[in-house]
């Protein structure tokens, strides 16, 4: 790995508590308004998607910001405000 493979990433890890407990059709939904939130949010939307990793869990979501080190800690204040819209 050369020194221009080498990059920091600002993570931001999202998780959907009671996942597992949850009916499936209801798992479905929860899934889908998170990707949603995280989609719609303002951080997500003004972030250039190629200093972006998504990567999907199951139950949530790791978010790696590589440009903005402060971008994790806004779109979780970001979603947790949507969450309690």
Known sequence: M???DKR???VAMLDIVGFSKLP???Q?????????MIKKSQ???????SSLCV????DGAILCFFDDMEAPLKIAIEIQKS???
């Open 83 to 85: 969450i309690q819209d």
């Open 24 to 26: 499936n059709e209801l």
């Open 2 to 4: 050369s020194d221009m």
């Open 43 to 49: 951080t997500f939307e003004k972030t250039d998607k």
């Open 55 to 58: 990567k999907t869990t199951g």
């Open 28 to 36: 479905v939904k929860k899934i889908f308004a998170l990707e949603t």
């Open 8 to 10: 920091i990433a600002y």
